[in-house]
């Protein structure tokens, strides 16, 4: 066995176990003064060494979290030693994705204090067509959640993957995808659907696709979604065509799926698979 180095923190630890796991090397750890981390294949020792240096200058990057829910360990203990959620939440998130955020949260307070048929006249898609007097419909839709559940589900991959996104391409690039998806997903709706519709469920499969592919794409980047979570994505298509979110809503997030996997190629295409 090589020693590699010790660690003072467990879940640091267990975070860059979980990470080389899923490159396919197995690393052990034993209880010294300090937990120590093993390699039994010499033949990994330079490149384990090199992908060790890379996790200690900054081992809070996204693809060190994404391996221990890969791997099944987050619920070792989601928060490291000294790091509070708020920092979390801001380490994770830009400028963009909190503001949005912020905005989602007041307007369903706003909903509960004035009532949804007057956020949705206010800021819903004219389903008469009437959106040119009132650009801004095109867009406003998303910031509107009618559940708490809708509203809780949307904002945590918002923050779990717009803020990769922002984090690691610029609140640019997170703007542009979620105008797209926003002013996409809110034509297909309005052109299949008889009721008023809302949320950030067509941003969020977008932002979906987008990282999938990316990930997938450029395998050195720092954008990605676990293979798994696309598993995920594909079941709730299949509950969402038995009835639960409604055909119009499926035809809108299937095309805004595509739509983000379109972009990932085209920002990817000087990329080389390795």
């Not at 630890?13 to 010499?42: C, H, K, N, W």
């Amino acid at each position: 066995m090589i020693r590699l180095t010790g660690f003072a923190n467990p879940r640091m630890a267990q975070s860059f176990v979980d990470y080389m796991a899923i490159r396919g090397i197995p690393l052990y750890m034993a209880q010294e003064d300090r937990l120590t981390l093993l390699l039994e294949d010499d033949t990994k020792q330079e490149m384990v060494e090199n992908e060790l240096k890379q996790f200690l200058n900054d081992p809070q990057q996204p693809r060190y979290r994404a391996a221990s829910w890969q791997s099944g360990h987050i619920d070792r203990g989601l928060l490291w030693q000294g790091e509070s959620l708020l920092a979390l939440l801001r380490q994770r998130a830009g400028p963009f994705t909190m503001t949005l955020s912020l905005l989602c949260c007041v307007i369903f307070f706003a909903m509960w204090l004035f009532g949804d048929l007057t956020m949705l006249a206010w800021l819903g898609w004219r389903m008469d067509g009437g959106q040119f007097s009132q650009p801004w419909r095109w867009f406003s839709h998303i910031l509107l959640h009618l559940t708490l559940l809708h509203l809780v589900f949307n904002l945590l991959w918002w923050w779990y993957i717009g803020g990769m996104i922002e984090k690691h391409l610029g609140s640019s690039k997170l703007l542009v995808i979620t105008l797209i998806s926003a002013l996409l997903g809110g034509w297909l709706q309005a052109e299949y659907s008889e009721i008023s519709f809302s949320g950030l469920t067509c941003v969020v499969y977008t932002l979906m696709g987008y990282a999938w592919l990316r990930g997938e794409r450029d395998t050195e980047g720092d954008v990605f979604l676990p293979r798994g979570l696309i598993v995920f994505t594909v079941l709730w298509f299949a509950i969402s065509y038995s009835g639960i979110l409604g055909a119009s809503a499926s035809i809108a997030c299937i095309f805004c799926l595509t739509a983000g996997l379109v972009m990932a190629f085209i920002d990817t295409r000087h990329q080389r698979y390795r």
